[in-house]
Each structure stands twice: as C-alpha cells, then as structure tokens.
C-alpha cells in the first residue's frame, strides 16, 4: 500500500516570496490533515479537511497560509508571502475517517521549508 | 496545549525493554491515550493506543493505571531503529476532537 505522498521534500525559499506544497493521501481516506512543526516542537494542526470540506481550520494563519482541497483526494498548502518564523517542517497526513476510537492517521515524510 | 506530561528524554540500553511513562491526571472518561513515534526525518507513525485495559500489539504493549491518570509504553526488546521521539497524546472519539502534540520523550537506544 502506497503511503502518504508530499513534494517538494525541501524548499528554500526568501522572506516574503510564495510557496505551495502538495500532498496525496493513500487512497480512500476521506480526511486529510496539514501540520506545522517547529524544530523541537511537537506537530501543529493547520487544517483539517474531511473530503473537500475543512472540518478545522482554527490554528491557520488566515492572512497568508491557504489550503485546497478540490477533488477530495490531494491537496495544496500555500504561504503566501512567506515569514522567517514560517521556519519548519510541514506535514501532510490522512486517515480513513474523521472520529471514532480507531482512527490512525498516516504521515508523509514532509516538507522541510527555510525561509532566508 | 498538550494534556499530557512525559520527560524529556530517556536511555535505554539495546536489547532491554524501554519503559516510557506519561502522565495524563485530567483525563476524562471518554478520552483515548495513543502514542506516536517520530524516527529522525520521517513522519509519526502510530505506535498504539487503549481506554482502560491494557493493549498489546506487534510494536509495543500499553499499560494503563486503574485511575486512568498515568501509562506506560513498553517496548519489549529495544533496537537501535527505536531510537525516535514518542508522543503520548490523550482524545476523545468525537469527530472534532483533534490530536495535539506536545513535545514528547526522546529515546535514545545505547548501543
């Protein structure tokens, strides 16, 4: 079974400029999750998508990160423009269905972006 | 914020069982602990998790108290490739329930 897909794996990138990253979660899972870690921090929950609805969307910086999910299957996040504090890995993850007891969520390796 | 307490990092001889506790003392009836781990460049990977009663599985066993306040994640027979961050993480089934992270415990397999 494939895993969770990202690209790119790392991205450099100067203050203020764009970026988007691209996830493809394994196939059939309904929910897909976007999360921010900082070096040394546990991950952060950006958004939460079920299908191509967000279900949680709450700690998204509105003003400059967006997130899409069109078809119900992959997705984009993008900063736009990007902070230095923007700094970290990002990391996409899916699971089958939103709840419920046994509800494992698969991540991807992630996105390291530095922003100079 | 993260509900729940684990030190910051641990030793753990190869071959011995790891031991990592957490603590979770406002925990509520109908919250779930799980554990992840983190290996170094990779993605969590759900280890576990349990309500009340003790869980085994291939990876790992889960011990939790009677009072449901504290656990323990046992590793049977660490290897070098156990090495990694694990995260004791408390949720509820509920749909909008989310996983929060906290900074969980560095495990450091000696060779």
């Known amino acids: 079974e494939a895993g969770v897909a990202q690209s790119p794996r790392y991205k450099i990138i100067e203050k203020r400029q764009s970026v988007a990253f691209w996830c493809n979660p394994i196939?059939?899972?309904?929910?897909l999750y976007w999360y921010q870690q900082i070096l040394g921090q546990g991950p952060k929950l950006l958004i939460q998508?079920?299908?191509?609805?967000?279900?949680?969307d709450s700690q998204l910086p509105k003003d400059r990160f967006s997130a899409e999910r069109l078809k119900g299957v992959d997705s984009t996040l993008k900063i736009q423009p990007a902070k230095l504090e923007d700094s970290a890995v990002y990391l996409c993850?899916?699971?089958?269905?939103?709840?419920?007891?046994?509800?494992?969520?698969?991540f991807g390796p992630g996105t390291r972006l530095t922003v100079l | 914020d993260a509900k729940t307490t684990q030190p910051p990092s641990m030793d753990c001889a190869e071959g011995r069982a790891a031991n990592l506790p957490c603590n979770h003392s406002?925990?509520?009836?109908?919250?779930?602990v799980y554990w992840y781990r983190q290996i170094h460049s990779q993605g969590p990977q759900y280890i576990i998790h349990?309500?009340?009663n003790n869980e085994t599985n291939e990876m790992a066993s889960l011990i939790i108290t009677e009072d449901r306040k504290s656990s323990t994640l046992i590793l049977p027979h660490a290897t070098l490739r156990d090495t990694a961050v694990y995260y004791c993480?408390?949720?509820?089934?509920?749909?909008?329930?989310?996983?929060?992270f906290g900074k969980g415990t560095r495990l450091h397999i000696l060779p």
């Open positions: 993850a899916s699971s089958l269905r939103t709840g419920g007891s046994y509800n494992e969520q698969f």
């Open positions: 196939s059939g899972h309904a929910t």
């Open positions: 998508f079920q299908n191509n609805g967000v279900v949680d």
């Open positions: 406002t925990i509520s009836g109908n919250e779930y």
């Open positions: 349990g309500l009340k």
């Open positions: 993480i408390v949720r509820s089934a509920n749909r909008d329930d989310k996983i929060i």
